[in-house]
């Protein structure tokens, strides 16, 4: 139940984000959810999109540097505390939540949140185990 996000390495000059959504859309790649973290010289770009093994392809053809990472998509009430809920869970379970970001949700009152964790099967089960149940990757790529 994880879902892979491509995370794309960029320089951090003006223009350059443009480039990486061109290639996406040219492609008619769609993207579900996108994240940027920047540092002095480079950024990370992590993007969700609706075909991973097409967007991992045509960003590698045009020379970027990608990884893929397992991450988990939960659905949670757009509402005050609807995700404290699944931090608690995630945190009196031991599970260190090391960045997140968040897109909206097909269905009014809900928003869709991507977590990456040390240990995406014991956050699993720790969701699970408190009727959270993780968005599977054809979930998103369906939206």
Do not use: W
């Not at 990370?44 to 097409?54: G, K, S």
């Not at 995700?83 to 809900?110: D, R």
């Amino acid at each position: 139940m994880t879902v892979k996000q491509i995370s794309i390495f960029l320089e951090n000059k003006p223009g350059k984000l443009a480039e990486v959504t061109d290639v996406l859309a040219e492609n008619r790649i769609n993207l579900r959810a996108l994240s940027l973290a920047e540092a002095s010289d480079f950024g990370i770009v992590r993007i969700i999109v609706d075909d991973v093994y097409n967007a991992s392809t045509v960003l590698k053809d045009a020379d970027y540097v990608i990884s893929i990472n397992k991450v988990l998509a939960v659905t949670v009430p757009d509402s005050p505390g609807g995700l404290a809920k699944v931090i608690h869970v995630l945190g009196s379970n031991g599970v260190n939540v090391e960045y997140m970001y968040g897109f909206t949700a097909q269905k009014k009152g809900m928003a869709n949140m991507i977590f990456r964790v040390e240990d995406n099967q014991k956050a699993i089960d720790a969701l699970m185990k408190e009727g959270i149940r993780p968005v599977c990757q054809e979930e998103l790529e369906n939206l």
